[in-house]
């Protein structure tokens, strides 16, 4: 099984992470594994951070390291300038091969929508974006965004180790001088 680390940022006011739970914290961490086929199987290491601007400096931390990100923005309201802004953050400091995909939440309420899919979608394709819409609250879409970004990461198994051999060859030890060569 693959491990790999995924930053969540949704914008607006959302208050719920992707599986519905309340945020109550800074981050919250949940984990999420997908099958991608019956010998091939990820479990991503979620840290949420719900997009809250008192937040934002600690947000580097959190996706650092991580191999995928996903931006969720409110499609009720206005969020999607600060999802823009996620995801320039994203390009200057996260790792370059880095997979993002842009999210217009809240397709549970799509009669009070006013960000157009059109707009996410294009904006998407401009920057290179995985696109999808989904609804945190109801769960619809939710899987098939985690499927679509699983089938995107380029799948890195560990070099086996030979028989016998422990830990870690770190490099060739260099003999140090036993004596003062001053």
Same mark, same amino acid.
């Given at each position: 099984m693959l491990i790999l680390s995924l930053f969540v940022f949704i914008g607006g006011t959302c208050? *719920? *992470?992707?599986d519905g739970t309340a945020l109550k914290q800074p981050a919250a961490f949940l984990t999420q594994t997908v099958s991608l086929d019956e010998n091939t199987s990820i479990k991503f290491e979620?840290?949420?951070?719900?997009?809250? =601007?008192?937040?934002?400096s600690l947000a580097p931390i959190y996706f650092r390291n991580s191999n995928a990100a996903v931006i969720a923005y409110d499609i009720t309201q206005a969020s999607f300038e600060k999802a823009k802004m996620w995801v320039? =953050?994203?390009q200057r400091q996260a790792d370059p091969s880095i997979v993002i995909m842009l999210v217009g939440n809240k397709t549970d309420l799509e009669n009070q929508r006013k960000m157009p899919r059109e707009m996410g979608e294009k904006y998407a394709q401009e920057e290179g974006l995985l696109f999808a819409e989904a609804s945190a609250k109801t769960g619809e879409g939710v899987e098939e965004l985690f499927m679509e970004i699983a089938r995107k990461?380029?799948?890195h198994t560990p070099t086996p180790r030979k028989p016998g051999q422990q830990g870690v060859a770190v490099g060739k030890e260099e003999e140090t001088p036993s004596a003062c060569t001053c």
């Open positions: 208050t *719920s *992470s992707l979620i840290w949420d951070t719900a997009g809250q =601007e008192r937040y934002k320039r =953050e994203l990461l380029p799948l």
